[in-house]
């Protein structure tokens, strides 16, 4: 007890600042590795790195085995990285888009305004069979592919998708692509997908629908000409025949701050009240050893 107090009056706030980074950063990465597979691993890796050190005591006699163990813990270092590289990136990935979506808030955009308009205009279009593709910019910037097309910068109304969309008209070919609320290209040409898409009727708009959220995290909405149909594809993957009201739904859902914001607030907030129990601990222990 005596060692632990001398050990805590040695305390200095930059020293306080230094662990509490240190274990911000544990903390992190635990967190971030939650629920995933890798968990399994760290536990194996924290086993084995707790193993090397009790060993490396008894056994400081046997040279050989010393050796082993000495270089063993360099090269799980290493290893670390290559093992989990996919963990790393999507982590990497995460704190990027939560990044950028903080700083370009979709909310801030006329929102209510885009969705009712689409709502409105795509079964429109659907039961007149025009077909349509509009693609609602989210945090990966489409510059590339609205350059590809004619620049508008219009208030999105039904009117205006309606009459984009007419067949004959110069701009029905290619997509419309929607940023910060507003229409600023259309007849872009999109990036196709090569992967099965499931049906082999559909063609080049419902790929190019599903190609630019491979690469992006962009919502497509796909309004087929030859079957009247909506479908919304999001993150690589498809979902067929919405009605108007699963459209709004599904919109209003694309348009709320997406899981890792969320997930970053929740963090925040453990975080918090964690420090709240380490001042309390701390001070607790720092009382009982004054009164001694
Ligand atoms: N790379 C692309 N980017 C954007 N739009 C494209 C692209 N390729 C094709 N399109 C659009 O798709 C139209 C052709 O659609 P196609 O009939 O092949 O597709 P589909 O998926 O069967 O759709 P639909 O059911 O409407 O016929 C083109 O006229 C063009 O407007």
Redesign the pocket.
Do not use: K, N, V, Y
């Given at each position: 007890m005596r060692d632990l107090l001398y050990l805590l009056d040695q305390l200095s706030w930059i020293s306080l600042i230094d662990i509490g980074l240190v274990a911000l950063l544990f903390f992190g990465i635990l967190y971030s590795l939650k629920g995933t597979p890798a968990v399994t691993l760290v536990r194996g890796l924290f086993i084995l790195i707790l193993l090397v050190l009790i060993l490396s005591g008894p056994l400081r006699s046997l040279r050989a085995m010393r050796w082993l163990l000495e270089r063993a813990l360099p090269a799980l270092l290493i290893a670390i990285p290559i093992i989990f590289q996919p963990e790393l990136r999507r982590a990497l990935e995460r704190l990027g888009r939560v990044g950028l979506w903080l700083q370009r808030d979709p909310r801030g955009a006329p929102v209510d305004e885009v969705i009712e308009a689409l709502v409105q205009a795509c079964p429109r279009l659907a039961e007149r069979r025009h077909?349509a593709?509009i693609v609602l910019e989210r945090t990966t910037g489409l510059q590339t592919y609205i350059d590809t097309g004619i620049r508008l910068d219009a208030r999105v109304t039904p009117e205006l998708l309606m009459t984009i969309f007419a067949p004959n008209t110069v701009l029905h070919?290619?997509?419309v692509i929607i940023r910060d609320g507003r229409v600023v290209a259309a007849g872009?040409?999109?990036p196709?997908t090569t992967g099965w898409l499931g049906d082999p009727q559909?063609?080049?708009?419902?790929?190019?629908a599903i190609g630019i959220t491979e690469v992006s995290d962009a919502l497509a909405i796909v309004i087929?000409?030859?079957?009247g149909t909506i479908s919304v594809a999001l993150n690589g993957r498809m979902v067929r025949r919405l009605d108007a009201r699963r459209l709004e739904l599904v919109l209003r859902n694309f348009y709320s701050p997406p899981p890792e914001v969320a997930q970053t607030y929740r963090w925040l907030q453990e975080l918090r009240e964690l420090g709240r129990r380490a001042w309390v601990i701390l001070f607790t222990i720092r009382g009982a050893g004054g009164k001694q």
């Open positions: 077909g593709l070919d290619g997509a872009c040409i999109l196709l559909l063609g080049l708009r419902h790929r190019a087929s000409e030859e079957r």
